[in-house]
């Protein structure tokens, strides 16, 4: 089990830009990759970005390339999404995700890959 706690939501202009950090607790935050996911309303909950276990491999979707970056500090048990030039359709509940699954540097968008989820953060954008 590790507890994840989002924050950074909030409310935002289109363009602007929000970072988003994930804490966990432990001692154990290196064996998980980590994972953002998003959810708006009336829609599936959908992969944004992933890094692997311990740093070297990301992925993300089409919807977040160029303007959103993730990253980690292990040493500080927390991963960051960075995101820039935000658009209203970028509004949703952010969630952070953990997964044990694969190698150290296997990096998953699958949201079945991932165990542990945080209760999510709230991203408004407006127009």
């Known amino acids: 089990q590790v507890p994840l706690v989002e924050s950074g939501g909030g409310v935002v202009q289109a363009g602007g830009s929000l970072r988003l950090s994930c804490a966990a607790s432990?001692?154990?935050?290196?064996?998980?990759?980590m994972g953002w996911f998003r959810q708006a309303p009336g829609k599936e909950r959908e992969f944004v970005a992933a890094?692997?276990?311990?740093?070297?491999?990301?992925k993300y979707a089409d919807s977040a390339k160029g303007r959103f970056t993730i990253a980690r500090d292990n040493a500080k048990n927390t991963v960051y999404l960075q995101m820039n030039s935000l658009k209203p359709e970028d509004t949703a509940v952010y969630y952070c995700?953990?997964?044990?699954?694969?190698?150290?540097?296997?990096?998953?968008?699958?949201?079945?890959?991932?165990?542990?989820w945080g209760q999510g953060t709230q991203v408004t954008v407006s127009s």
């Open positions: 995700a953990a997964s044990t699954a694969g190698s150290d540097y296997y990096v998953s968008d699958g949201r079945h890959e991932y165990s542990y």
């Open positions: 890094i692997s276990k311990i740093g070297g491999n990301t």
């Open positions: 432990g001692r154990t935050f290196r064996s998980y990759a």
